[in-house]
């Protein structure tokens, strides 16, 4: 009997101190310290027409010859001997260029 006695007060106890636990904090309650808000989503777009795309490539096309032209002018510049006594090669490049 002493046995079954010890196998019954444990529970009874942890039941017991549940229920003080319970009864000194009270009822908790959930609350949100920060929401969202909803906002209304703008949507921009644009046309672009394929006129204004083949212009655009047009012009990146001469720009990028223009710059291989003058890659290719300071590279003869460079190997004439023109420019390696200078501190800043490609401003005098262009110095000697506008002349």
Avoid: W
């Avoid at 929401?35 to 209304?40: F, G, L, M, N, R």
Wanted: proline residues 4%.
């Amino acid at each position: 009997m002493k046995k079954g006695l010890n196998k019954l007060i444990l529970p009874c106890l942890c039941c017991l101190s549940f229920y003080t636990g319970t009864q000194l904090v009270g009822k908790t309650e959930a609350a949100f310290t920060s929401q969202a808000e909803a906002k209304p989503i703008i949507i921009s777009t644009a046309f672009v027409f394929p006129s204004y795309i083949h212009g655009l490539e047009e012009e990146a096309r001469i720009n990028s010859e223009q710059i291989l032209k003058e890659h290719a002018g300071l590279e003869t510049f460079v190997k004439n001997g023109l420019l390696n006594e200078t501190a800043d090669p490609s401003s005098e490049f262009l110095r000697k260029k506008n002349r």
